[in-house]
């Protein structure tokens, strides 16, 4: 089977490779095609996956393009994982919303509309392609922000996207782990949209073992989420929010700790990964060694502003593993691929899951896979509190996508002003305008 990356030069790209080295299984991945508009990029990560296929007899060769249309053609999966506009655009994103005292985030929020607004149009035209150039491939979609921009494309290619995270398997792991579970046996009941969803229960040979958790104030201040939200407000909501929800829930604090801050966490990882890039053009670099400890400082300051806000300090080493997007685009392809049959949460078309959106949305939940596709889990409704976020925030990703398809300018301002994180007409205006001065890929709205 053929693999294709889009954004093959992106820094995270090593951690699937990782895992398709660690794939013996019949009918793995025999091939790898990396494809990314920046060429040296490109060189510096396929750098470091040689280095990591070093002594591995069976990892599969890669090659690398700058040509779109050449890299699709004969995929079996596309991955897509782009950034439009790069992390220097995800730095103007953060100053220009925290100018206004509204949050910049890369996905949620100001600056999360400002990086859909750039990446609609593109991953539309890569949906277009993939359709025309390798019709009977899936894509898997790890570009943010994940729900909007497989939404997107889902209007393209229908079930053959899927919009992937590590943020709710993550989360499911921390909680299993707190209950001293085995999270690969354990049920997760995880609702909502992407970085927008609630953990309400994980199920444990059939019992439902949230409410021991919620119970135990110790036990909900012993991991990321716990820390982060504080025991009594989890206690609260009845339920373990995603992390990305310490945004809406401590939104003034995370404003405040972001305007603070010495740096955005976009200008942080701009300086970071050019420090990397720039060290990798060195031929004598030890590639592996060097992305390696990249990562690590990378992953160590993850939501660091947030932790700051919520005086939850440093991350505990059990904290710093991620949800393995890796792990979970490997077992989507093997699912797909050998109708090997698997639970996982997934961004894909809502059909009939959540009763307050419609069939097209695109919603986070628990999936059934197998060599049809991914296919959404019956869900409970959601509390009232919870439907009127998500309802709030579909609302605005609906008009991110007409604003990309009409390029109206008035409806982007709309899609800014809706947003619950953003407080003024006014100030969408004005985000609006500071936004256009800066991102020659919103020159399209007129």
Request: a negative charge.
């Amino acid at each position: 089977m053929r693999l294709t990356i889009l954004g093959g030069g992106g820094f995270r790209l090593p951690l699937v490779y990782g895992a398709l080295l660690g794939d013996h299984a019949k009918g793995r991945i025999t091939h790898v095609t990396l494809h990314d508009l920046d060429a040296g990029r490109l060189a510096a990560i396929a750098r470091v996956l040689a280095d990591q296929a070093e002594g591995v007899p069976d990892a599969p060769p890669v090659t690398v393009t700058t040509d779109l249309d050449e890299a699709l053609r004969g995929a079996d999966f596309v991955f897509s994982a782009i950034r439009v506009g790069g992390l220097e655009g995800r730095a103007a994103d953060e100053r220009i919303a925290l100018a206004e005292d509204v949050l910049g985030q890369e996905t949620v929020g100001a600056g999360g509309i400002a990086y859909g607004l750039r990446t609609v149009p593109v991953a539309v035209d890569i949906a277009r392609r993939v359709a025309r150039l390798a019709r009977d491939a899936w894509v898997i979609n790890f570009t943010n922000p994940a729900g909007l921009v497989t939404e997107a494309m889902a209007r393209h290619l229908g079930d053959r996207v899927i919009g992937i995270c590590d943020s709710p398997v993550g989360l499911g792991r921390r909680v299993a782990r707190a209950l001293g579970a085995n999270p690969d046996t354990a049920w997760i009941d995880y609702v909502g949209l992407n970085h927008l969803g609630w953990l309400r229960g994980l199920r444990i040979e059939g019992r439902d073992e949230l409410p021991r958790l919620l119970a135990d104030p110790e036990l909900l201040g012993s991991f990321e989420e716990g820390k982060l939200f504080g025991p009594d407000w989890l206690r609260s909501l009845g339920a373990i929010p995603n992390e990305y929800l310490h945004y809406y829930y401590f939104n003034r604090e995370a404003v405040r700790a972001y305007q603070e801050a010495k740096q955005t966490r976009g200008a942080f990882l701009h300086e970071q990964q050019a420090r990397f890039y720039a060290e990798m053009e060195r031929p004598d670099a030890p590639a592996l060694e060097t992305w390696d400890r990249t990562r690590a400082e990378r992953e160590a300051t993850y939501m660091a502003h947030n932790r700051e806000a919520a005086g939850a300090g440093e991350r505990d080493a059990c904290d710093l593993e991620s949800g393995g997007y890796e792990q979970v685009a490997l077992a989507l392809m093997r699912a797909i691929a050998h109708n090997q049959r698997t639970t996982l949460i997934l961004n894909v078309r809502n059909r009939t899951t959540l009763s307050v959106l419609d069939e097209e949305a695109v919603v986070e939940v628990p999936c059934f896979v197998d060599a049809n596709g991914a296919h959404p889990v019956s869900v409970s409704p959601l509390p009232l509190h919870a439907t009127g976020l998500v309802c709030a925030v579909k609302a605005v990703e609906r008009e991110v996508l007409a604003a990309a398809e009409s390029g109206s300018r008035a409806t982007a301002v709309k899609a800014f002003a809706l947003h619950p994180l953003v407080d003024s007409v006014t100030v969408a205006r004005r985000l609006v305008d500071g936004y256009t001065s800066v991102h020659p890929a919103l020159a399209y709205l007129r």
